[in-house]
């Protein structure tokens, strides 16, 4: 009795120590699984901003035309008009979230801000500007930029900008 | 003895019992994690066409490609597409996934509702209202064959319809038979709407070019009549194959229009400050882009027109 008592528990033990070994490999499983699928979202993420700014400067709400045709320039009065008529439009806020669309104007240089009220001799375009409510919610920023050329309508002539995207993480 | 016989017949029905249940554990862990990598794959398509139909939408380039696995999308094998409209959005779905859904923008993409694909046919035609709106991207199974049908009135407009080399397009007048296969696409273009026989094909639409409305054949019967603003989307009608889907895509179109119409009308306002010959009437230019932005298309020859006068708006 005793000698099949002993046997019994002795099995019951393997089996148990089985099952925590078990167990402890699929907790460090499912943590490298969660790691894999965070650093697939990042990557996405990463991905999804190059799209955008591959794309924004092509965009007919940005680039220049003429007669119809697409240049391969950004309109500095459509940059300006953009943010006017989209500023009252909240479904840029699905297309975009939380982040910053801005252009710098490098040549011919200036850092006055771009206005309807100021809008000669100034070299800052924030086209989309959304941060999230709660600043302490933010975790992290990724910028990317990209060199553009910009086309002045009022004096019919070219210059090189920096289209800069920052993206918050939350 | 007894006791003893006993007590090996526990221990193997305790073995047995103890057995079962670790590899019951083991299978539902086998069959979970094959279903999240499926998951994991289905999403991993959409992310993919996401970024290209983004990338293409805007792009500089109107070109025609196929795009298979081993070039372009990269779809790695079967693949089922959803496309569908819901409350105005426009959504595509991977392998029936609710997790893998896109949801469109301002990329317009006429393809059938559903393809079950591993390599696309793909064709980008950059769509100008009378300033650029964006490409239009057609997508089709490389399989698909599309049997335009015409009669008398609509044979030149029919055959100098240019769509290109790589789609199976054969063109025939309404008195020939059309083939018995079931995975044709008809198109019709004749005066009157046909009626008899149209269930065997896969998929049926009737165009009116002269007043510009398209009506698709689903579920035994034609839709109501579904207008489009400009030409090009003839090619859309070609391409689609639900009447929702090509609805959704048209009031798109207009929405789309009507924010460029803004962005215009503002610039105009801006170079007004600039341009002050007596010639240049920005204000009237500004006034008829807010007008068609709200849908008064009859004024699209006069906007070509005034653009042309002084600083250009588009």
Redesign the interface.
Known sequence: ?RK?QL??QE??LV?FI??VL?ALG?VFFYRF?LQS?QS?IQE?EH??LS??L??LP????F?C??????G?CL?T??L???S??SGK?SSFF??FGYMNISVYSLYPSSSVPCS?SQ?NSCGVWTIYSRLPEDKHLILGKEVLDSPVSLYF??T?SYGVGLLVVEVYGR | MNHKGQTEQFNWIFVLVAGAIILGFFSLFIFKYVELQQKRFNIGISQDLSNAFQVLSTSSVGSSSTIDSSEGFKIGSTALLDFSCTDDQLLLRVNEDPDAVYRFRDEFVFSRSSLRVDSLDLWLKPWFFPFYVGNFVFLSDPDDVFYFVYDASTREEVLSLDIPSIFTVKTVSINDALPERSSLRVVYFTSSLPRSDLDRFSSVSHISLSEKNVRFYEEGRWSDEISFPSDAFVYGAVFSDSSSLFSCLVQKSEERISFLSKVYAQKAHLLSFFDRRPECSYDLLFQRLVSFGKGDYDLLSSLEGENSACMLVF
């Open positions: 009795m099949g046997q019994i099995t019951i089996v089985f099952i078990i699929l699984q699928i697939e996405y991905d999804h799209t955008l591959v794309s092509e965009s007919p709400e680039s035309s003429f007669r119809g045709e697409k391969h309109d009065f459509k300006l008009a953009f006017e008529v439009d699905q297309r309807s809008f309508p009022d019919d």
